[in-house]
T-cell receptor, first 106, second 117 residues
């Protein structure tokens, strides 16, 4: 099973763009890349999912290079309420890992 | 459309007692997944069930833990003879189809926080 690696933490300010990269060198051909957001005392919430190239929805964009060995979640113009832990996941069976704690400051 | 419902939200048990955690998936979802999260750690997969069947229990401890998803009613995660190390948040997720084969995102409940005293 492919394993993922993310930065432990990132700091940002309101209105800035935040980009979180997840490395998955051994991603399988049939693996999709899914990102989740988790607030304290809540379950993870689905943000976005993709297989290759670029996916965009109302809250985020996901960039996946041709070799699919990494992916980047882009959060445009973050606000204080975007402070959370962000996880990338390839397969339900894998642990979510520690995720990336994003702290947005005023 | 109600989301994934877990109850109770908080559960306190003494060592040696049994803990029963319940999960009602989203309407129309027939696949349920259980995860455990220790403080300051990510979620770890425990078990994946479809109605009346355990599909994958590779993350489940070999002893004291069991799970079921009957034809009628919620999925149940059961922990017998709890120990302090079982204290954690237990999350349930559901999907309408098999997550891996159909790239169906997981929808999570808000968890049950088990405290063993």
């Amino acid at each position: 099973l492919a394993k993922t690696t993310q930065p432990i933490s990132m700091d940002s300010y309101e209105g800035q763009e935040v980009n979180i990269t997840c490395s998955h060198n051994n991603i399988a051909t049939n693996d999709y890349i899914t990102w989740y957001q988790q607030f304290p005392s809540q379950g993870p919430r689905f943000i976005i999912q993709g297989y290759k190239t670029k996916v965009t929805n109302e809250v985020a964009s996901l960039f996946i290079p041709a070799d699919r060995k990494s992916s980047t979640l882009s959060l445009p113009r973050v606000s204080l309420s975007d402070t959370a832990v962000y996880y990338c996941l390839l397969d339900y069976k894998l642990s979510f890992g520690a995720g990336t704690t994003v702290t947005v400051r005023a | 459309n109600a989301g994934v419902m877990q109850n109770p939200r908080h559960l306190v048990r003494r060592r040696g007692q049994e803990a029963r955690l319940r999960c009602s998936p989203m309407k129309g979802h027939s696949h349920v997944y259980w995860y455990r999260q220790l403080p300051e750690e990510g979620l770890k997969f425990m078990v994946y069930l479809q109605k009346e069947n355990i599909i994958d229990e590779s993350g489940m401890p070999k002893e004291r833990f069991s799970a079921e998803f009957p034809k009628e009613g919620p999925s149940i995660l059961r922990i017998q003879q709890v120990v302090r190390g079982d204290s954690a948040a237990y999350f349930c997720a559901s999907s309408p189809r098999q997550n891996v084969a159909y790239n169906s995102p997981l929808h999570f409940g808000n968890g049950t926080r088990l405290t063993v005293t």
